[in-house]
Structure formats: C-alpha cells, structure tokens
C-alpha cells in the first residue's frame, strides 16, 4: 500500500522548534514533488513549503519563511519539516504531500498526489 506516515508533531512553547518527519513506503519519494500543509482551527488548509523532485527549487509561504525548512532524505525515503522559532499561529494539523512530477522543477502537483494522515502542532505557552 502507498503511505505516507506523519511524525513529530506536539505542544511546544512559543520559541520552541519541532521537526515534522514522513516517511513513504510503496512508493520511492525522489521521483515526487513534496510539500507540507496545515490547517488551523476555523481556516482552510494553506500551504506551507515545497520541493521540486529534484531538490533545486523550494517555496515557503511568506508566514514561515526564514522560520521552515523543507528537507528530503531520499536514502530513507522521508520527507522532514524543521520549525523553528514557532508562534501561537503556527498551530493546526499539519500533512504532507508527495506527487508525480506536474511541471518539472516547480512544487506543482497532481490531484492524485499522496497525503499524509496529519499531525497535530500546539503552540502555546
């Protein structure tokens, strides 16, 4: 079966960092564009970072920037999301998402792109 499973996810302390992993199986993630979404309480899910299959391109919404990093270990077929300096509003269920390559060297992806199950981020003090 073609998963992704989500882990890292918890209450941290405004400041704090957490490191969000998800890990493929069924399927071998450097070939996929992968990204991160989250959705906040009463708001619609919003994207959060992306990688092209290759690794060269990334994007990050204005929110997070200079905060997230999007990462891939392609040997362990995982995908990771280091939060650092995390605020109040950066809490919501957070998933991950791998998708054949749309457009190449872009974050595109397709509508039968994989999800993960999500993981919970409390940010609060």
């Known amino acids: 079966q073609l998963q992704l499973v989500e882990s890292g996810g918890g209450l941290v302390q405004p400041g704090g960092s957490l490191r969000l992993s998800c890990a493929a199986s069924?399927?071998?993630?450097?070939?996929?564009?992968i990204g991160w979404f989250r959705q906040a309480p009463g708001k619609e899910r919003e994207g959060v970072s992306c990688?092209?299959?290759?690794?060269?391109?990334?994007g990050y919404a204005d929110s997070v920037k200079g905060r997230f990093t999007i990462s891939r270990d392609n040997t362990k077929n995982t995908m990771y999301l280091q939060m650092n300096n995390l605020k109040p509003e950066d809490t919501g269920v957070y998933y991950c998402?791998?998708?054949?390559?749309?457009?190449?060297?872009?974050?595109?992806?397709?509508?039968?792109?994989?999800w993960g199950q999500g993981t919970q981020v409390t940010v609060s003090s």
């Open positions: 990688m092209s299959s290759s690794g060269g391109s990334t």
């Open positions: 069924g399927f071998t993630l450097d070939y996929y564009t």
């Open positions: 998402a791998a998708s054949k390559v749309l457009v190449q060297g872009t974050c595109g992806m397709r509508p039968d792109a994989y």
